[in-house]
T-cell receptor, first 115, second 109 residues
Framework: DTGVSQDPRHKITKRGQNVTFRCDPI?????LYWYRQTLGQGPEFLTY????????KSRLLSDRFSAERPKGSFSTLEIQRTEQGDSAMYLC?????????????FGEGSRLTVL | GQNIDQPTEMTATEGAIVQINCTYQ??????LFWYQQHAGEAPTFLSY??LDGLEEKGRFSSFLSRSKGYSYLLLKELQMKDSASYLC??????????WGAGTKLIIKP
């Protein structure tokens, strides 16, 4: 088990470009979360999947953000027409089924810098 | 509304003891987590409390009082590698984590 992996680890882009991040959760985990974190803040919830179903999406997520988990395994987070305010660490986390504690297993994150 | 409060920053000396407090207000409550996060890295699990009382795990202990909406993380025999941010997160009625902003702990020699 290699844990949760995210790709790319770092992305630098110009304002207005589209970016896509990928997350591969731990294989037996059916729940997958995306968070955004800026310096000095805790993780900010973006969206949540149970298997391939997107069950919750933060109201903070504008229509420029979209996430998919088509086969219930890996997930992608796409940001269209990036803005400088999108610069942050994007964290993916997963958790196993029948785990009622809510413990999350985080990936290393994808750091986005928008110039 | 849902809210987690913890101090922004704390400083302690190597070898000493430090207590990081967290108060929470959530819609429903299904436990409280403490995570450690080193700069530029992902959060890693430290502890989970759902019942009142103290849970001890090596140099780290976590305490919960459900009636007071209060928890603390106690770190003993501080080491330089303990310099990190410590995140408090409460589990609400939907089993979603509500995160605090984190407490940056600075350890001085």
């Amino acid at each position: 088990d290699t844990g949760v992996s995210q790709d790319p680890r770092h992305k630098i882009t110009k304002r207005g470009q589209n970016v896509t991040f990928r997350c591969d959760p731990i294989s037996e985990h059916n729940r997958l979360y995306w968070y955004r974190q800026t310096l000095g803040q805790g993780p900010e919830f973006l969206t949540y999947f149970q298997n391939e179903a997107q069950l919750e999406k933060s109201r903070l997520l504008s229509d420029r953000f979209s996430a998919e988990r088509p086969k219930g395994s890996f997930s992608t987070l796409e940001i269209q027409r990036t803005e400088q305010g999108d610069s942050a660490m994007y964290l993916c986390a997963s958790s196993p089924p029948r785990d009622y504690t809510g413990e999350l297993f985080f990936g290393e994150g994808s750091r986005l810098t928008v110039l | 509304g849902q809210n987690i409060d913890q101090p922004t920053e704390m400083t302690a000396t190597e070898g000493a003891i430090v207590q990081i407090n967290c108060t929470y207000q959530t819609s429903g409550f299904n436990g409280l987590f403490w995570y450690q996060q080193h700069a530029g890295e992902a959060p890693t699990f430290l502890s989970y409390n759902v019942l009142d009382g103290l849970e001890e795990k090596g140099r780290f202990s976590s305490f919960l009082s459900r009636s007071k909406g209060y928890s603390y993380l106690l770190l003993k025999e501080l080491q330089m590698k303990d310099s990190a941010s410590y995140l408090c997160a409460a589990v609400d009625s939907n089993y979603q984590l509500i995160w605090g902003a984190g407490t940056k702990l600075i350890i001085k020699p």
